[in-house]
């Protein structure tokens, strides 16, 4: 009988890179060309357009629905995904990963803007949004319409939810009160109570929750992360030097392409921020505004938001610490949380035990 493991991987293996990483990377390059850089030329009449009203009660405004979407790009990707790089040694991918998410910002627009001209609203009011709209209306391709519909709610029921899940529950694993039976029971009803709440209350709920959870969220990380590099200022010029010697150290990406800081800061920025995915158009087309492009503009800003703010966060707060990069990192919450711990004790100082995982000891004095 076939692994389904090896089976997704191998999948994975071809799917993920190189094809993902190459049609979504031109599609931004292509949508940047054509819009003649509107993520970049309109930044500030996007920031100006975030703080129009709704215009009644009943709507969602741009500023809600650019919250809801970030909810859908913040995840596993700017924590975990970003401190893996790192742990790998590969600094020089947040400079990629900044200038993807540039260009990936591009997609998010056209998206965005798409699921707002392409919007269908039944006699009742509701609306009925997404790219599955845009693509059978817009393209002319209902079959294909079918197949991202069926993809995306895997995806997403399924594939992301698993990880975000599992990544949770994760984190407590160094903990001593954790126990390999219980502790994923608990932390799964916790996230069956909340999303069952949040999904029982419809639209306006969710809208609600997320209004609410998502600024508080990332402002706490930023400021965390401000403080954790404040601490570890004298770093700093070196953190940044090493981002870029990386990123360009070209003789290094052309001798192993597959494993260098490009790629990975490519893959970072795609998988973070999710532009060109398809996630955000269906939170995005909620809002109502007075021309479709106005919500496109709004959803670059959610892009920037997850990766030039939270993600860069993390990289940094990672960088300034000085805790030692170990590939042998195979759960990189705990790089985080040594991050986080550095700026409490004197030192952190690693060592591998027999099961190869990092074990922290903190100094006394």
């Known amino acids: 009988m076939w692994d389904i493991i090896y089976i997704l991987n191998q999948i994975d293996n071809v799917m993920y890179f190189p094809i ?5 990377a031109a ?17 500030i009449e996007s920031l100006r357009i975030l703080l129009e009203p709704a215009g009644d009660e009943n709507s969602v405004s741009s500023l809600q629905a650019m919250l809801v979407s970030t909810a859908s790009r913040i995840g596993t990707g700017n924590i975990i995904g970003v ?8 600094p020089g991918a947040c400079f990629w990963m900044w200038l993807m998410c540039i260009i990936g910002a591009s997609s998010a627009f056209i998206e965005s803007t798409l699921a707002q001209i392409y919007k269908r609203k039944d006699a009742d009011g509701h609306l009925y949004v997404g790219p599955a709209y845009y693509i059978e209306r817009g393209l002319y391709q209902p ?3 079918i197949l991202f519909c069926i993809f995306l709610i895997a995806t997403y029921a399924v594939g ?16 001593s009160f954790y126990n390999p039976t219980t502790t994923p029971l608990i932390v799964g009803a916790a ?7 949040c999904l029982l209350g419809g639209g306006k709920r969710i809208v609600k929750v997320t209004s609410t959870v998502v600024p508080f969220m990332g402002l706490s990380y930023v400021v965390i992360a401000l403080i954790v590099i404040a601490v570890n200022y004298q770093n700093v010029p070196s953190m940044f030097y090493l981002i870029f010697q990386d990123a360009f150290d070209f003789q290094s990406i052309a001798c192993g392409i597959v494993g260098s800081c490009l790629v990975y800061g490519i893959k970072r920025g795609l998988f973070s921020n999710e532009a060109g995915v398809g996630s955000a158009p269906n939170a995005s087309a909620s809002a109502k505004v007075s021309h479709p492009a106005k919500q496109g503009l709004v959803q670059t800003l959610s892009v920037y938001i997850d ?7 993390t990289a940094l707060m990672c960088l300034s610490t000085g805790v030692a990069r170990d590939a042998a990192v195979y759960r990189n919450t705990i790089r985080t949380k040594c991050d986080f711990n550095s700026i ?3 030192r952190t100082d690693f060592h591998n035990n027999c099961n190869g995982t990092l074990c922290i000891h903190n100094a006394s004095g």
């Open 344 to 346: 409490w004790n004197g």
């Open 27 to 43: 599609a931004g390059l292509y949508f940047t060309i054509r819009t003649r850089g509107v993520q970049i030329r309109l930044f």
């Open 160 to 175: 992301f939810n698993l990880l975000c899940s599992y990544n949770l529950q994760s984190t407590f694993m160094d903990y």
């Open 83 to 90: 401190s893996t790089v790192i742990c790998l040694g590969v």
């Open 20 to 24: 993902l990483i190459i049609v979504m």
């Open 307 to 313: 990766t030039l703010l939270l993600c860069t966060a």
């Open 143 to 145: 079959k294909i319409a």
């Open 191 to 197: 996230l069956a109570i909340q999303t069952g709440y």
